[in-house]
């Protein structure tokens, strides 16, 4: 596959070979693109953040942009993001939130936390098949046993608490802005302030 850009500017012009070497811009959703020999190495930069892969896509190393970590698919990975300020297309400045992630032994384990230096920071810790835990300023999702099992779900934001014994067959949920009584598939009333949902003996009859 061969790519060749020429542009006014010399610093847009790229050409590639792929799988043998070559430089792209502005293409494939990144800013830069750097191989020789893919998959045996492969550099990638978008938004100041320069990832180089080696043996892509299973190991890989980021720095750049407030970011350092690395990557040993699907056995290990860490990375890191400082909390950094940049400013919009009307001067204003804009915070972006830092975080901490770790991956082991992928999609069983994984240890977040996201948005630092933001309103909004949530935890995220995941141990599958047994437990996940999500946690945030407005809500807070536990879990035990997936896919299914029992969940216990507290919106304080849209002001309601839900549990599933087992999710999703059977749901419980209380609140100002929802109300649900779920036994699948024999019944099922769940009501918003703007919805109502029912059915009996699903999907013989369903009402919304």
Do not use: C
Request: glycine share 8%; hydrophobic share 40%.
């Amino acid at each position: 596959i061969y790519f060749r850009q020429q542009a006014k500017n010399p610093d847009d012009n790229h050409t590639a070979v792929v799988p043998f070497y070559g430089r792209l811009k502005n293409r494939l959703f990144r800013d830069r693109v750097f191989f020789v020999m893919l998959p045996l190495y492969l550099q990638t930069e978008k938004r100041g953040m320069i990832t180089d892969n080696y043996v892509f896509p299973f190991f890989h190393k980021r720095h750049g942009a407030g970011v350092t970590g690395w990557q040993f698919f699907p056995l290990m990975a860490k990375e890191h993001k400082d909390v950094t300020v940049s400013t919009n297309h009307w001067g204003d400045q804009v915070i972006s939130g830092g975080y901490e992630k770790t991956m082991a032994l992928w999609p069983i384990y994984f240890n977040n936390t996201v948005g630092i230096g933001t309103t909004n920071l949530q935890e995220q810790f995941i141990l599958l098949p047994f437990y996940a835990h999500l946690a945030g300023s407005n809500r807070v999702y536990k879990a035990y046993g997936f896919p299914i099992g029992f969940t216990h779900i507290v919106d304080h934001e849209k002001g309601y608490e839900e549990r599933g014994m087992p999710w999703p067959l059977i749901i419980v949920a209380d609140g100002k802005q929802k109300r649900t009584r779920r036994v699948f598939p024999f019944y099922s009333v769940a009501k918003t302030p703007t919805l109502e949902s029912r059915f009996y003996f699903w999907p013989v009859y369903k009402y919304n």
